[in-house]
């Protein structure tokens, strides 16, 4: 059992929960909880060293049981030091260290998101499990966009993350991606009031839907590279949806359509 928070592995687990760089420099990721723990399992994701506390519960312990049949390295920490660890108000007793091993793309996709310049991180994470759910083939953020796999993300994203690729691009690489897939892909950016509605719109063609921030909208890069504007038709008196809103209702306009 661990008991001191000097331990290297307790230090490494406050770096990687708290600084981006770390993450990106040990190429790992933590993910706390037992619904986040059992979509890992279930996504049949492995990670490199698994903790746990006395406060798990019966359904925590038995992911810690599956992992050990595994023969992945099982350890246990004072209730204590794993409440210091949790980032939410009450640890639920399990932490997971994983591999930041993004899945990847599929060689033809039809069916792409582009999240541009989006700071806020529930947001990001909301739309991750939006895009799961409508069977996006991968997600791409460009410069600017918040951090997929920082902790805040990871929990609204409710598994996501195990599911559909993420990566980081560039304008030029996506720009480069859509117009070398086969058929090529369609830019559709997602603007408050211009371009066409998206219930007029044919979604049944292969396209990267962008979605930009509430606070910015979508960068200059996003809007030069477009191929077309997409819009959702509101009546009411509101300005605009929130940024996840508008990307669930744009995603599943492309189902729809799709399964029409």
């Not at 903790?51 to 023969?71: H, M, N, P």
């Not at 639920?92 to 033809?108: A, C, N, S, T, Y």
Request: aromatic fraction near 4%.
């Amino acid at each position: 059992m661990i008991t001191s928070s000097q331990n290297p592995r307790i230090q490494q687990m406050r770096a990687l929960l708290a600084q981006h760089k770390a993450r990106q420099s040990s190429r790992q990721f933590i993910v706390e909880g037992v619904r986040l723990m059992e979509e890992a399992w279930l996504s049949s994701q492995r990670p490199a060293a698994l903790y746990f506390s006395a406060a798990l519960s019966e359904r925590g312990l038995k992911i810690v049981d599956s992992y050990r049949e595994l023969q992945v390295e099982v350890e246990e920490l004072t209730p204590s030091l794993m409440e210091s660890l949790s980032q939410t108000e009450a640890s639920q007793g399990i932490l997971g260290v994983f591999p930041l091993r993004p899945l990847p793309l599929p060689e033809k996709p039809d069916f792409l998101l582009v999240i541009d310049n989006l700071r806020d991180p529930g947001n990001l994470g909301t739309m991750l499990r939006c895009a799961a759910a409508a069977g996006v083939q991968g997600v791409l953020l460009t410069p600017g966009t918040t951090e997929a796999f920082a902790p805040k993300v990871l929990r609204a994203g409710m598994g996501a993350h195990f599911r559909l690729p993420i990566h980081n691009h560039t304008w030029p690489e996506i720009q480069t991606l859509a117009r070398r897939s086969s058929p090529p892909l369609r830019l559709l950016l997602s603007e408050v009031n211009d371009g066409e509605s998206c219930w007029k719109l044919d979604l049944t063609r292969p396209l990267i839907l962008v979605i930009g921030s509430e606070a910015e909208g979508a960068t200059a890069e996003a809007r030069a590279a477009a191929d077309s504007l997409i819009h959702i038709p509101m009546p009411g008196q509101s300005e605009s949806l929130n940024a996840a809103v508008a990307a669930g209702v744009l995603l599943f306009e492309v189902v729809r359509q799709r399964q029409q």
